[in-house]
């Protein structure tokens, strides 16, 4: 890890085992959204990322509720782009769609505006971590029933050992820190 940036990212992160439940190894990602440094940083490096991966091409980032919020606005204000939300279900108003998932300690359903997207439109898809890649997956799902383009799913943390990478199947996905 040369890239200094990406170091003092690495840096805010802290680990608390056995939160929200026994055996789950949390990763507290807090410290960067406190340290306007290392937070700008993560939004940089993200960036930059997607500018080499896409171009142009990118019409939105969807933030996931609720720590993609605090990436995808940041994210797609340095890219100069919208962000549309994907919500925990009831939280919308309006028309919406529905997805259900599982998540490593439970269940969800994730929903979204049926007015978000014109089909076609192409969006990268952001969260703080990737686990078990359930989230992810319903949230591609989602973006699917309005006819989107998902080009990339992205996040600040991946949980490699949780395989959810795997979950998203031909959607190419990015995170910035890897932890077992």
């Known amino acids: 890890m040369a890239d200094p940036e990406l170091q003092l ?7 608390f085992p056995d939160f929200p439940i026994p055996g789950v190894l949390f990763r507290d ?9 290392s937070f700008r940083a993560s939004i940089s490096l993200l960036a930059n990322h997607l500018k080499k991966a896409h ?9 996931l509720d609720s720590r993609g919020f605090l990436f995808g606005p940041s994210l797609a204000q340095e890219l100069g782009l919208g962000c549309i939300l994907i919500r925990k279900r009831g939280k919308l108003p309006g ?8 998540l490593e300690y439970g269940k969800g359903e994730l929903e979204i505006q049926r007015d978000a997207l014109e089909p ?15 989230t ?8 699917g029933q309005l006819r989107a383009e998902v080009l990339e799913c992205v996040s600040l943390v991946e949980l ?21």
């Open 55 to 63: 171009g142009g091409r990118i019409d939105y980032i969807a933030g």
């Open 95 to 102: 028309p919406t769609v529905c997805a259900s998932y599982a």
């Open 160 to 180: 490699t050992s949780l395989k959810g990478r795997e979950k998203l199947g031909a959607v190419p996905f990015f995170s910035l820190l890897q932890y077992e």
């Open 136 to 143: 992810m997956c319903a949230a591609c799902e989602l973006l």
């Open 120 to 134: 076609g439109q192409k969006v990268v898809v952001v969260d703080d971590l990737l686990a078990t890649g359930g």
């Open 9 to 15: 990212v690495a840096r805010r992160i802290r680990s």
């Open 29 to 37: 990602i807090s410290p960067v959204l406190k340290d306007p440094t």
